[in-house]
């Protein structure tokens, strides 16, 4: 881990698993290990291979630098106040895996017991706001306040906090659909149609008006070039080639190929593939842009 003293430019601090702790007062031009004065921290990180420690350090404003040895990993529950800060691991030091024991049963019961103990003669207090600090409700999509036109349901927002000299933009009504999802643009298209996508209840596809020039598309699959393998060991030889476009997620393709034949089934469609030197030909039928993209096709 690094980290730089935000009160001094120039103090650096260091941490090196199984060495050290260092400091550097020139901006890393020389540096001293600051942990030797320390017996049991320099103990604690130099001592043993077998079990990994993470070196983890911050430095406050007013310049104390605090370090926290992990061994084995990453703690399970860290929590803070103002006047302590307390992170609890739970694991075996040879890295098994514990068995029914997960942070919430395991580092959060020892972590309020700590926090109990420090605070039992000492009343809890927090940060004060800042005078120029406010919280404000978010779209937790796109970061901005939702128009007053719009009631978005809690699970949609985020509460933020912002100075009084950086707040958000308000969103305007036609960046949400007809049912209050977040509009995305069409460089989102892509992974909108791939499965990695999560968002179909709370986001849609900006539409391409008609009168708009739609953007341009491309095949992603299959890429130029891309050289496929028919493998006799797979169903079918592995012949299917699935097909797919990049664009503005309002086309309506229509695949041909001069040399290899298609397969539909309902919005997707496959190419059946053979050896030899093919191309691919993706048309939108709204506007009759085409787009081509070549295959090479080889035995195993």
Request: aromatic residues 8%; negative net charge; proline residues 8%.
């Given at each position: 881990?690094?980290?730089r003293?935000?009160?001094?430019?120039?103090?650096?601090?260091?941490?090196?698993?199984?060495v050290?702790?260092?400091?550097?007062?020139?901006?890393?031009?020389?540096?001293?290990n600051?942990s030797?004065?320390?017996?049991?921290?320099?103990?604690?990180i130099?001592?043993?291979?077998?079990?990994?420690?993470?070196?983890?350090?911050?430095?406050?404003?007013?310049?104390?630098?605090?370090?926290a040895?992990?061994?084995?990993?990453?703690?399970?529950?860290?929590?803070?106040?103002p006047?302590?800060?307390?992170?609890?691991?739970?694991?075996?030091?040879?890295?098994?895996?514990?068995?029914?024991?997960?942070?919430?049963?395991?580092?959060a019961?020892?972590?309020?017991?700590?926090?109990?103990?420090?605070?039992?003669d000492?009343?809890?207090?927090?940060?004060n706001?800042?005078?120029?600090?406010?919280?404000?409700m978010?779209?937790?999509?796109?970061?901005k306040?939702p128009?007053?036109?719009?009631?978005?349901?809690?699970?949609?927002?985020?509460?933020?906090?912002?100075?009084?000299?950086?707040?958000?933009?308000?969103?305007?009504?036609?960046e949400?659909?007809?049912?209050?999802?977040?509009?995305?643009?069409?460089?989102?298209s892509?992974?909108?149609?791939?499965?990695?996508?999560?968002?179909?209840?709370?986001?849609?596809?900006?539409?391409?008006?008609?009168?708009?020039?739609?953007?341009p598309?491309?095949?992603?699959?299959?890429?130029?070039?891309?050289v496929a393998?028919?493998?006799?060991?797979?169903?079918?030889?592995?012949?299917?080639?699935?097909?797919?476009?990049?664009?503005?997620?309002?086309?309506?393709?229509?695949?041909?190929?001069?040399?290899?034949?298609?397969?539909?089934?309902?919005?997707?469609?496959?190419?059946?593939?053979?050896?030899?030197?093919h191309?691919?030909?993706?048309r939108?039928?709204?506007?009759g842009?085409?787009?081509?993209?070549r295959?090479?096709?080889?035995?195993l």
């Open positions: 881990d690094l980290v003293d935000p009160g001094t430019p120039d103090r650096f601090y260091l941490s090196m698993e199984g050290g702790i260092f400091s550097s007062v020139d901006s890393g031009a020389t540096w001293t600051i030797q004065v320390d017996p049991v921290l320099h103990q604690t130099t001592t043993g291979i077998t079990v990994r420690r993470n070196i983890e350090m911050a430095v406050a404003p007013n310049g104390r630098m605090y370090a040895v992990l061994r084995g990993g990453q703690p399970d529950y860290i929590g803070y106040t006047d302590f800060t307390v992170g609890v691991w739970v694991g075996r030091f040879d890295n098994r895996p514990l068995n029914k024991i997960s942070g919430a049963t395991g580092a019961p020892i972590f309020r017991e700590v926090m109990l103990r420090l605070h039992r000492r009343e809890p207090v927090w940060y706001q800042p005078d120029n600090a406010i919280a404000l978010v779209d937790e999509l796109n970061g306040l128009p007053s036109s719009l009631t978005l349901p809690a699970h949609r927002l985020r509460r933020e906090w912002f100075v009084n000299q950086s707040l958000p933009e308000s969103a305007l009504p036609d949400y659909d007809a049912e209050g999802k977040s509009l995305l643009s069409s460089d989102y892509g992974w909108w149609r791939s499965e990695a996508n999560d968002l179909h209840d709370v986001a849609a596809l900006s539409p391409v008006s008609e009168n708009e020039v739609p953007p598309f491309r095949i992603i699959s299959p890429l130029e070039g891309t393998f028919l493998d006799p060991d797979l169903p079918g030889d592995g012949s299917r080639f699935p097909l797919r476009v990049a664009g503005s997620g309002e086309e309506k393709i229509e695949w041909s190929s001069p040399s290899l034949s298609i397969e539909a089934e309902g919005d997707r469609s496959w190419l059946v593939l053979k050896p030899g030197e191309e691919v030909i993706a939108d039928q709204r506007t842009r085409e787009v081509t993209s295959v090479k096709v080889e035995v």
